[in-house]
């Protein structure tokens, strides 16, 4: 029974990582409507219902992987969860980088998209509003690709959860998913992985 309840928690959490690849098609969304360009109208309405409520979407899987994640270490570790932190790097890693995504979350649902939606609401009366919206939805595609850095190098960190591949692997990749995340956010990645 225990190992059922284990191996739910590991298949959960891997879920999670997978619904967590939303800052990659966020960045195809916003590339597409970027190079419709203006007027802004109903596609722009559409865009921000579907960003607004995805960001509370992501709350749900980051939570998910939190719990999950302190939960698979409380059964393989024995309770030592505190030691597993302090011994294992990459555990703690991927914690830190956890918390930095729900902050950088937070700070988009409460702070970002509140003004974009207020400054979109004031269209097309006054027109004096377009560049700041540019400016908060700049700020936000730029934070999606942090956003998906962090959640590719969480992965790359989770696959070694318990055996380290070794440091070179970890800073090799680390590179590498940079590229992939400077590719996506200036080209959309048209061929998938370039
Ligand atoms: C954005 C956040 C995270 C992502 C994308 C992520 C992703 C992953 C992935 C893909 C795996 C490999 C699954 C497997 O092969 O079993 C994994 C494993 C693991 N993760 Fe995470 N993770 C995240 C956050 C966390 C956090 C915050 C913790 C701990 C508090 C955690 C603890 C673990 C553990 C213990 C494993 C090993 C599971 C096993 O024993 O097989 N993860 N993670």
């Not at 191996?7 to 891997?14: E, G, K, Q, S």
């Not at 505190?82 to 702070?111: D, E, P, S, W």
């Not at 380290?164 to 590229?179: P, Y």
């Amino acid at each position: 029974m225990p190992n059922t309840v284990l191996h739910t928690l590991i298949v959960i959490h891997a879920i999670s990582a997978v619904l967590m690849a939303w800052p990659f098609y966020a960045l195809v969304l916003t590339g597409e409507r970027g190079k419709l360009g203006p007027p802004l109208n109903r596609a722009d309405n559409l865009q921000e219902n579907i960003i607004r409520k995805q960001s509370h979407r992501c709350l749900v899987y980051q939570i998910s992987l939190l719990i999950t994640g302190i939960w698979i270490i409380m059964l393989k570790a024995d309770g030592a969860l505190l030691h597993t932190f302090q011994t294992n790097l990459r555990m703690l890693a991927k914690l830190l980088l956890l918390i930095l995504l729900v902050g950088m979350n937070i700070y988009m649902v409460f702070y970002l998209q509140r003004r974009i939606d207020e400054n979109i609401a004031l269209l097309p009366a006054d027109p004096d509003v377009v560049p700041l919206i540019a400016k908060y939805r700049g700020r936000r595609r730029w934070m999606a690709a942090i956003c998906l850095w962090y959640v590719l190098m969480a992965v790359v960190l989770g696959v070694q959860a318990w055996a380290s591949f070794g440091q070179t692997f970890i800073i090799l990749a680390a590179v590498v998913a940079a590229l992939f995340v400077i590719r996506a956010y200036l080209r959309l990645s048209p061929w998938g992985w370039f």
